[in-house]
C-alpha cells in the first residue's frame, strides 16, 4: 500500500499499522520539530459512502478534540488532504496492555486501579458526545508515569441526538444478492452495537467490563448458552473479592438496561471496592501503576503480573518441584516466543575407543541445525541463544550440567530445543536397568551398570525438562535406540501421535497451539546410527530436518508436521517418531520461518 499524498511539513513517514477502517502513520512535524502520530482512513473507506461522509468524520474529529483528559489520547488539530481527513495526535507512550498481558493475568489491585483510570478516560470521552466503541487491550496504553491513556479512536462515532447512539453500520461491507458481512469487529462488541442497533455510553461500559475480566483472568468471556449472560470472573479465578466480582459482572450484562449508567459510575463503584492503602497493595492508583512505569522505563514488563513483592503488580512465575510439571494454572502463553534457548550436542569422532565407533556425520549436523534456526527466525535465534557442545566438550557432566541450565533459566514464555548426534544406547530386562542413555563423549564401559556408568547420560536428564517453566520443549534425538521398544519410553512400545497430513488452517492453528504448554520428542527410530551414516556428510534424518526448515516454505511448522514430512523423505531405518513427555495442555513445538 502506497503513503498517501501528506502536507510537506511531514518527513520520515513510517506506517503502524492499518485496519481496513484506519491507516496510522509515525512521522516528524518539521514544522514544530516533534514527532507526531497521524491518523486517515484507508482509501478504499469512502467508496460507496454518501458525499456527508467528511463532513461526519470531521465532526467526529472535532468533538475528539474537545477532550481534555490526562487519560485520553489527545487529538492536535486536523486537516483535509486529498486522500481524506488527516488526523494529527501526539505519538503514544510507555508500553501497550495488549502487549503486556501476554505475559499473564493482573493482579486484582492492579485491575481495579485500571478500571476506575479507564473508567474516568470513558467518561470524559462521553461528555464530549462520543462513544469509543473500540474499548480493548490495544486501545489502552501504560504511559511512563505509571497511568494508563485509552487512544485507538477508529471506531469513535459522535451521539447522535435524535437517535441517542450509533451503530457499528460503518463496519459491514455490502455484497450484490449477500447479506452484510462484518469486515471488522471492535474487540468487545456490546450485544446491541452486534444486533445493529444503536450504541451509546453503555457499550463503552460492556466493553470495559470485558477487558477487566481478561485482565483478572488472562482470557476473554465468552457468552453462556444458558442463561445468556457473560460468565462470572470467580468462575475462572477464585481470589477475586465478590465485590469487584460484582462489578465486573454489572458492566457485561447483556440487557443494557441494567448496565451501570455511565463510566463514571463504573469508576465510582470501583473506588469503594478499592483495597485501603498498604491493605493490599493498591494505595493509590498513581502509586500501584508507578511500579509498572518503571519497568517500562527500564524496557523490562515483569513488574505488571502477578504474585512479586512489594505490594506492586507481579507475575507468579510457574512453580514446580524437580522433575515435575510446572504449575501454569495462571500463566497466559502469548502467540509467539520471547526467547529461544537452544542446546546441539554433536558427538562423532571423540568417541573412538572399543566401546564404541567413531561417526563422522555429527558435528556437522549440529553445525548445520544452527545455521537453519538462524536463518528461519534470526529474531529469535542468535549465536547467543544457540550453545554447541561439539565432540570432547560434550561429556557427561557438561552435558548434564548444561540441561539443568536449560531448565532454569527458561521464562514462561520461551522455547527450548535441544538436539542430540552420536550414540544412544538401552538395555531391556537386564538387572533392572530397563531404559535409554544418550552416550556421552567420556564413555568408559560397553554398557551402562546398575551402579552407574561414566559416560551414560540417563534419560532423566532429558524428561526432567517437563519442569521447565518455558511453554514449549523440543528434544531431537538423532541417535540410536531412542525410539525403540524399551529405548526412551521403557516397557511399552513408544506409540506416538499417528502421521496425519498437515493442517490447513495455518493462522488459527499457531494461535491454538503457541498459547498452549507442551514437551516433545522427536526421535529417529534407527537401531545403528552408524548404518546411515556419511551421506552428503549427514543422516537422511537431519537432512529431512534441515529442509523443512529451508527459508521460504510455510510461515511456521509444526513438530507433528517435522514427523509427518520427514516421515515421507527418509525409510524405516530413520523413521521419525513423536512424543509428548510432560504438558498438560496439547500445544505443539512451532518454528517460525520467512514467508515465501
Keep these: 500500500m502506497t503513503l498517501p499524498r501528506l502536507p510537506a511539513r511531514f518527513e520520515q513517514v513510517e506506517e503502524l499499522s492499518s485496519t481496513p477502517l484506519e491507516r496510522t502513520f509515525r512521522a516528524v512535524d518539521t514544522l514544530l520539530q516533534r514527532e507526531v502520530l497521524l491518523r486517515l482512513p484507508p482509501v478504499e473507506v469512502w467508496s460507496g459512502w454518501s458525499a456527508d461522509v467528511r463532513l461526519r468524520l470531521l465532526r467526529e474529529a472535532q468533538a475528539l478534540a474537545k477532550i481534555q483528559h490526562e487519560g485520553v489520547a489527545s487529538v492536535l488539530w486536523v486537516e483535509e488532504i486529498e486522500d481524506g481527513l488527516l488526523v494529527v495526535q501526539n505519538p503514544p507512550v510507555g508500553e501497550r496492555l495488549g502487549d503486556a498481558l501476554q505475559h499473564g493475568a493482573m493482579t486484582v489491585d492492579a485491575v481495579v486501579v485500571l478500571g476506575i483510570e479507564l473508567g474516568e478516560a470513558l467518561a470524559a470521552v462521553h461528555m464530549a458526545n462520543v462513544v469509543h466503541r473500540g474499548v480493548g487491550a490495544d486501545a489502552v496504553w501504560i504511559q511512563p508515569n505509571g497511568r494508563a491513556r485509552l487512544g485507538a479512536f477508529h471506531f469513535a462515532k459522535a451521539l447522535d441526538a435524535r437517535l441517542g447512539g450509533s451503530s457499528l453500520n460503518h463496519g459491514l461491507r455490502k455484497k450484490p444478492g449477500a447479506v452484510e458481512e462484518a469486515m471488522w469487529l471492535p474487540p468487545y462488541s456490546a450485544p446491541e452495537q452486534l444486533a445493529g442497533k444503536s450504541a451509546d455510553a453503555r457499550a463503552d461500559v460492556f466493553a470495559l467490563g470485558c477487558l477487566m475480566f481478561r485482565c483478572l483472568t488472562g482470557h476473554d468471556p465468552l457468552l453462556a448458552v444458558e442463561g445468556g449472560q457473560m460468565p462470572d470472573v470467580r468462575s475462572a479465578r477464585k481470589d477475586v473479592p465478590k465485590a469487584v466480582a460484582d462489578v465486573v459482572r454489572r458492566c457485561m450484562l447483556v440487557e443494557k438496561t441494567a448496565r451501570f449508567p455511565t463510566a463514571q459510575a463504573v469508576a465510582e463503584a470501583l473506588e469503594a471496592v478499592k483495597a485501603p492503602a498498604g ?249 545403528d546410527k552408524t548404518a546411515s551414516d556419511g551421506i552428503d556428510g549427514m543422516t537422511p534424518f537431519c537432512r529431512a530436518l534441515l529442509e523443512q526448515l529451508r527459508p521460504g516454505r510455510d510461515p511456521y511448522i509444526t513438530a507433528t508436521e517435522l514427523q509427518v514430512r520427514i516421515a515421507k523423505m527418509v525409510g524405516e531405518r530413520q523413521r521419525p517418531l513423536l512424543k509428548s513427555f510432560g504438558g498438560k495442555e496439547d500445544g505443539e513445538f512451532v518454528f517460525f520461518l520467512p514467508g515465501k
Design 279 to 527: 491493605g493490599g497493595g493498591s494505595g493509590s492508583r498513581r502509586g500501584v501503576l508507578s511500579a509498572v512505569a518503571a519497568v517500562v522505563l527500564v524496557g523490562a514488563a515483569a513488574l505488571w503480573f502477578q504474585g512479586g513483592g512489594g505490594g506492586g503488580p507481579t507475575r507468579t512465575p510457574p512453580s514446580s518441584e524437580p522433575g515435575g510439571e510446572p504449575d501454569t494454572s495462571k500463566v497466559v502463553y502469548s502467540r509467539s516466543y520471547a526467547k529461544g534457548h537452544a542446546l546441539l550436542i554433536g558427538i562423532g569422532k571423540a568417541y573412538g575407543g572399543s566401546h564404541y565407533q567413531k561417526l563422522s556425520t555429527p558435528v556437522a549436523e549440529v553445525t548445520a541445525v544452527k545455521q537453519a534456526l538462524i536463518a528461519a527466525d534470526p529474531r529469535l535465534w542468535t549465536e547467543s541463544s544457540i550453545e554447541i557442545l561439539p565432540e570432547d566438550q560434550a561429556t557427561h557432566q557438561v552435558i548434564t550440567s548444561k540441561l539443568d541450565q536449560l531448565r532454569a533459566k527458561a521464562a514462561p514464555d520461551d522455547c527450548v530445543f535441544v538436539y542430540f548426534a552420536g550414540h544412544g544406547a538401552r538395555l531391556s530386562g537386564d538387572a533392572g536397568l530397563d531404559g535409554f542413555w544418550l552416550v556421552a563423549k567420556d564413555v568408559e564401559s560397553p554398557m551402562p551398570e546398575s551402579g552407574g556408568s561414566k559416560g551414560y547420560v540417563d534419560e532423566k536428564a532429558l524428561t526432567n525438562l517437563r519442569a521447565t517453566k518455558a511453554k514449549h520443549v523440543l528434544v531431537v534425538l538423532d541417535c540410536c535406540y531412542a525410539g525403540k521398544v524399551g529405548g526412551l519410553f521403557v516397557g511399552k512400545r513408544a506409540g506416538g501421535r499417528p502421521l496425519a497430513e498437515s493442517r490447513t488452517d495455518a493462522a488459527s492453528t499457531e494461535v491454538d497451539y503457541c498459547t498452549k504448554l507442551t514437551r516433545q520428542f522427536l526421535m529417529s527410530t534407527a537401531e
